[in-house]
Structures are given as C-alpha cells and as structure tokens.
C-alpha cells in the first residue's frame, strides 16, 4: 500500500471510528453497563489513525503538514482528541466526550466527504511558507486552538447541565466545592437536596429556610427573594451540581492551557511576519480576529483569577469564544482576502 492509498483509507477510518465513538459517548445513558472505557478507546484509535495519517502525509510531501485546508483540520481533529483524552482522563466523567466527539466527527466528515479532492492532495509549498516556522506557529496555534475549543465545549454542558441557572460556583479552582443558587442558599457539593427545603414565601417575598436533618426541623436563617425568582428557582439535583463543579473545573484548566499556546503562537507569528513582510503587526484579518480571541480568553481567564467569577457568568464568555475562535480559525477565509489566505480558499 503506497502513502496516498493509506491516507485515503486513515481519513476514512478516522471518521468511522469518531462516528462509532460519538454514538458510544451519546448512548452512554441509554446503556449504562456500558464500559466508560469503550469511548476513550475510540478516541485513542482516532487519534492514532489521524497522527499516523499526518506523518504520511510528512513523508509524502516533505514538510510538516499545515499548509492547507484538509491538513490543518485533520491537526486540528488530532488536537480536539488529544486534549478531550487528557480531560477525561483528569475527570474521570464520560459528558467531556458527549460534547468534543460529535465535533471531531463533524470536521473529520467536513475534511473527508466535503472537501473537492484537488483540495485533499498535497502539493508543493508557496514561498511565503518556506519556513522552519511554518511548524512552529501554525502548530502552536492549531493546539491553542483545540485546548480553547475543547474548554469553551466543557463550559457549554457546564450551562446545559446547570439549565443556565444563575449558579456560582465559590471557590471550585482551588477544590472548596461551594457554591450558591439564585436563590442564595449555600450548599457543598454532594449534600442532599432534601436536607434543607425553603417554606413558601410571605407576601414580602421573605423566605424561611429550614433544615430537616434526623427527624428535627431548625430555622436556618430568613433571606428575602425576588418575587420573580420565587416560582423559577427549581433547585438542581445533587449529581447535577456535583457535575457542574466538575465541568466547571476542567473547563478553567483547559482555558488556562489553552490560552499561553495562544500567546506564543501570536508571538512566534510576529516574528515570522517580520521575517516575511518585513513587519511585526499588520492588521490583516486573521491577526485581527487572532488578536480578539486573546482578548476573549484574556477577560475570562481575568474575571475568574481577578474578579473571583464562578460559574454561569465565565461559562458564558467561554461559550462566546467558540464563535470566535472559529471566526478566527475558518471565517476569516470565508469572508475576505488577506495575507493568511493562501492554501485554504482564496
């Protein structure tokens, strides 16, 4: 089997095995006998295959295989899968994989099935990327890029687990395992629900707390709610606010990786520009958007380190950061012309 032939039949596999492994992933509450580590294991294999399909393509063509559209969605499957076994490994929960693995199954399916063939093949590299920083900046960049999207993915089920209930979490970086309800009622995680039950609220809007633990009832204190929280405020079960601290958690570490590969790759892209162009700083469209999604992780990363935010308000703004690190990534090429255009679309 010559390299072109095992790259057709690795990007072929590579989409097999994350269709199968998303449908693992999905069905994993359906089937709960089912091993957790069958999904990990589909994720190894399909990010053994893409790996080994990028070293083909190395050996093929003779460079290191970012230079266009196919290549760099590929590094970026290997990347979202690299750090998607890195995070569940660390959390030990199988909801990592219900968001990441339906995202690398639809760009490997973009790169595979979509893509013109003219579009999957290797050819020689232009000129501007004729350079030993070809590997160093876009591959930095392409990790970042994987570490945000893979973290702003955690922040989603962290909102949909949550119900985009106002929850915030204290202390959930540095292990404490608060956290407070719109309803301003303190638990820890793990503590039954049924402990503490909130009587009916007077016409003030005053809330008795009571808890009912062995059989005896004591007042906890009186907090005043609005009047529009009042019929809204369902509380969540243990297991989901137990979860949500854990998505919450690994959401922050992975944004927090995430962002100095981001920085460096700017900076490396600096440098190389300078080298090229005969300029650090451009404004060209990808430096744009590139320099507005450090500016996005920036402000979360600030507001949670700073500011003290937990919980549905950083969840938020890393949820915003998917859109613009897509713009970032791929948008810019479909919106217009600048000087990162070539080998994607223009």
Not at 5 to 14: G, I, K, R, V, Y
Not at 195 to 212: H, M, P, W, Y
Request: hydrophobic share 50%.
């Amino acid at each position: 089997m010559n390299l072109i032939a095992l790259q057709n039949w690795l990007d072929n596999a590579s989409f097999a095995v994350l269709f199968v492994t998303m449908l693992v992933y999905w069905g994993g509450a359906a089937f709960p006998n089912l091993p957790a580590t069958v999904g990990t294991a589909g994720m190894a294999i399909a990010n053994l295959c893409i790996a080994t399909l990028l070293g083909a393509r190395w050996l093929e063509a003779g460079y290191f295989p970012l230079s266009n559209l196919y290549e760099s969605l590929f590094f970026l499957t290997w990347g979202i899968t690299t750090i998607h076994l890195i995070a569940e490994n660390t959390s030990r929960s199988r909801l990592v994989g219900v968001v990441t693995a339906p995202v690398a199954m639809a760009i490997t399916a973009f790169a595979t099935l979509t893509l013109p063939s003219e579009m999957q093949v290797a050819e020689p590299l232009v000129p501007a990327l004729k350079s030993n920083w070809l590997m160093m900046h876009v591959s930095v960049m392409m990790l970042s890029y994987s570490a945000l999207m893979v973290g702003s993915l955690v922040a989603i089920a962290f909102l949909i687990v949550t119900r985009g209930q106002d929850i915030q979490l204290q202390g959930s970086s540095v292990g404490t395992g608060g956290y407070r309800s719109n309803g301003y009622r303190l638990r820890k995680a793990g503590e039954l629900v049924s402990q503490t039950q909130a009587v009916a609220a007077d016409n003030n809007g005053v809330v008795r707390l009571e808890s009912n633990t062995n059989g005896k009832t004591a007042v906890l204190d009186l907090v005043t709610v609005p009047q529009s929280q009042i019929a809204t405020a369902e509380p969540l079960s243990p297991q989901r606010l137990s979860l949500a601290e854990i998505l919450d958690n690994i959401s922050y570490r992975i944004i927090g990786l995430g962002f100095p590969l981001l920085t460096i790759g700017i900076i490396a892209g600096a440098v190389w520009a300078n080298e090229a162009w005969g300029t650090y700083w451009s404004w060209d469209p990808k430096e744009t958007w590139a320099l507005i999604t450090w500016l996005v992780f920036a402000a979360y990363l600030h507001s949670r380190i700073t500011r003290g935010w937990q919980g549905r308000r950083p969840a938020i703004l890393a949820a915003s950061g998917f859109v613009v690190v897509w713009i970032c990534y791929l948008g810019v090429n479909l919106l217009g012309k600048g000087l990162h255009s070539y080998g994607w679309f223009f």
